[in-house]
C-alpha cells in the first residue's frame, strides 16, 4: 500500500518510524531485532534513512551525537526489500540528491520498482559532496528537481529512451521544517520551496523533530494558508542523555524549550534523564492524537526501547 492509502484509511493517528541502515560492514541483525521490538505496534510503514558518501550522524552508546565524514551506509535498498519481505510491513527508503547523479537516482529507483517498494521520501541530503564529479552526468540540485524526476518516471519517462519501459507507481514523500530550514532566509520563503515541491508531485511531508507542538500547528496552518493541502506528518525524537540539548539544536537547528532544558539539566541520572526525554515525548504525542494529526512519526537511531515506552501507552 501507499503511504497515502494508510493515511486516508486510518480512523485515529498511526505510529511510523524511521531508523538508519548499519554502519559499513555492519549486521542487519540490529535493525531486525529493532523492527521486531516495533511491530506489535502496527506501524503501516518505516522509513530507512540514506546518506551521502561523505557524512553520517551517529547516535552513540553514551548518547552522544557525532558527525563522521567517512563512505557511505550501503544497504538502504537491500535492507527496505529484506524488511518489507520478512516483517509483511511497508519501507520507505530515501532518495537523495546530493551524492548521487539523477542516473544513479534512475537505476535505484528502478530497482525499487522491480523489489516492489512504491513508497520513497525524496530529500536533498547531506551537503558535503558539492564538488563531487559527474563525468558528465547530470544531479538533482534540490529536492523539488527530484520529485520531478520520480514523477515523469511514474509517467514512464526516463532519461534515456528504454526499451519495453513501463510506467513507475511510487508515492513520494519530502521534509517541511516546522521552525524552518537553516538555509531559508525566512519563514514564508521556506513554505515556498516546500509548495513548489508539493506542486512537483510531493504526495505528503514528514516534519523535521521539535519539542513544542505549537511549533507543529503553527507550521500546518502556515503551510495550509499558501495552498500546500497534502497530509503532513509530525515527527519527533526523544531525548535520552544531557548532551542532546547541545547536539540536537548544533546538529539539526531545533529549538529545546527551557521547561525540558532544564529538567534534563537538573537530572542527577541519564536513567533520569531518560525518564524525562519519554515523558516529554509522551505529552506532546497525547496532544498530537487528540488533535487527530494523520500520523506520529518517530526518529530512531540506536534503540527502539524509549519510542516503545512511548507508543505502548496509546495500543
Known amino acids: 500500500m501507499k503511504v497515502t492509502d494508510f493515511l486516508k484509511n486510518a480512523d485515529k493517528p498511526l505510529f511510523s518510524y524511521e531508523i538508519m541502515p548499519p554502519l559499513r560492514g555492519g549486521s542487519a541483525d540490529k535493525i531486525f531485532s529493532m523492527v521486531e521490538k516495533l511491530m506489535p505496534f502496527n506501524p503501516p510503514f518505516i522509513d530507512l534513512t540514506s546518506r551521502s558518501a561523505e557524512v553520517e550522524?551517529?547516535?552513540?552508546?553514551?548518547?552522544?551525537?557525532?558527525?563522521?565524514?567517512?563512505?557511505?551506509?550501503?544497504?538502504?535498498?537491500?535492507?527496505?526489500?529484506?524488511?518489507?519481505?520478512?516483517?509483511?510491513?511497508?519501507?520507505?527508503?530515501?532518495?537523495?540528491?546530493?551524492g548521487f547523479t539523477r542516473e544513479e537516482t534512475e537505476d535505484a529507483l528502478i530497482e525499487l520498482n522491480y523489489l516492489g517498494i512504491h513508497n520513497v521520501l525524496a530529500v536533498r541530503g547531506d551537503d558535503l559532496r558539492r564538488n563531487m564529479t559527474t563525468n558528465g552526468k547530470t544531479?538533482?540540485?534540490?529536492?523539488?528537481?527530484?520529485?520531478?524526476?520520480?514523477?515523469?518516471?511514474?509517467?514512464?519517462?526516463?532519461?534515456?529512451?528504454?526499451?519495453?519501459?513501463?510506467?513507475?507507481?511510487?508515492?513520494?514523500?519530502?521534509?517541511?521544517?516546522p521552525e524552518k530550514h537553516f538555509e531559508a532566509v525566512d519563514m514564508n520563503t521556506d513554505l515556498m520551496y516546500l509548495k513548489e515541491k508539493v506542486d512537483n508531485g510531493a504526495d505528503y511531508i514528514v516534519t523535521q523533530m521539535f519539542y513544542k507542538n505549537k511549533s507543529y500547528f503553527d507550521f500546518v496552518e502556515q503551510a495550509r494558508a499558501v495552498g500546500i493541502t497534502v497530509p503532513i506528518i509530525p515527527g519527533l525524537k526523544i531525548i535520552s542523555t544531557k548532551r542532546h540539548l547541545k547536539l540536537i539544536p548544533e546538529f539539526f537547528y531545533i529549538k529545546i524549550p527551557d521547561e525540558l532544558g532544564k529538567q534534563v539539566e537538573e537530572a542527577k541520572t541519564n536513567d533520569e534523564v531518560k525518564n524525562i526525554g519519554v515523558n516529554w515525548a509522551i505529552e506532546q504525542t497525547k496532544e498530537l492524537y487528540e488533535a487527530n494529526v494523520p500520523c506520529i512519526h518517530f526518529y530512531i537511531m540506536q534503540s527502539a526501547k524509549q519510542v516503545v515506552n512511548v507508543v505502548q501507552e496509546f495500543k
Open 57 to 98: 550522524y551517529i547516535d552513540t552508546p553514551n548518547g552522544q551525537i557525532e558527525q563522521h565524514v567517512r563512505r557511505k551506509r550501503p544497504g538502504t535498498i537491500g535492507l527496505s526489500a529484506a524488511i518489507k519481505n520478512r516483517f509483511d510491513v511497508e519501507t520507505v527508503p530515501h532518495v537523495l540528491c546530493n
Open 139 to 177: 544531479t538533482n540540485k534540490y529536492a523539488s528537481d527530484l520529485v520531478c524526476q520520480i514523477q515523469k518516471m511514474n509517467q514512464g519517462e526516463y532519461l534515456d529512451k528504454l526499451l519495453d519501459a513501463s510506467a513507475t507507481d511510487f508515492s513520494v514523500g519530502v521534509g517541511g521544517y
